[in-house]
């Protein structure tokens, strides 16, 4: 019994590492059905995450930019801010 609970907790980081996210986002938990449930797991404050097919995933700027942590419809909608932002996709990015 102990080797096994042992082999399962040496065998989690490299399964966590391993699970990749479809939208190019970092993996952050598994087992969701909503969005809402990926919340508790995120890396930084401003991350957006989602749930993708039951994986919790961090959702990347399309410009490779930093996620600010605000939504938006128009690029307008992210000011005020020190650094350039844009609107992509619904995400305020630098």
């Given at each position: 019994?102990?080797?096994?609970?042992?082999?399962?907790?040496?065998?989690?980081?490299?399964?966590?590492?391993?699970?990749?996210c479809m939208n190019?986002?970092?993996?952050?938990a598994h087992a969701?059905?909503?969005?809402?449930?990926?919340?508790?797991?995120?890396?930084?404050?401003?991350?957006?995450?989602?749930?993708?097919?039951?994986e919790c995933c961090?959702?990347?700027?399309?410009?490779?930019?930093?996620?600010?942590?605000?939504?938006?419809?128009?690029?307008?909608?992210?000011?005020?801010?020190?650094?350039?932002?844009?609107?992509?996709?619904?995400?305020?990015?630098?």
């Amino acid at each position: 019994m102990t080797i096994i609970v042992l082999t399962i907790f040496w065998l989690l980081p490299v399964l966590a590492t391993s699970i990749q996210c479809m939208n190019g986002g970092e993996w952050v938990a598994h087992a969701c059905t909503m969005d809402a449930q990926c919340e508790p797991y995120k890396i930084k404050p401003t991350d957006h995450v989602v749930c993708l097919d039951s994986e919790c995933c961090t959702v990347p700027c399309s410009n490779n930019g930093t996620f600010t942590g605000k939504t938006c419809g128009t690029s307008y909608d992210c000011l005020p801010s020190a650094e350039n932002v844009a609107c992509l996709t619904g995400l305020c990015c630098t």
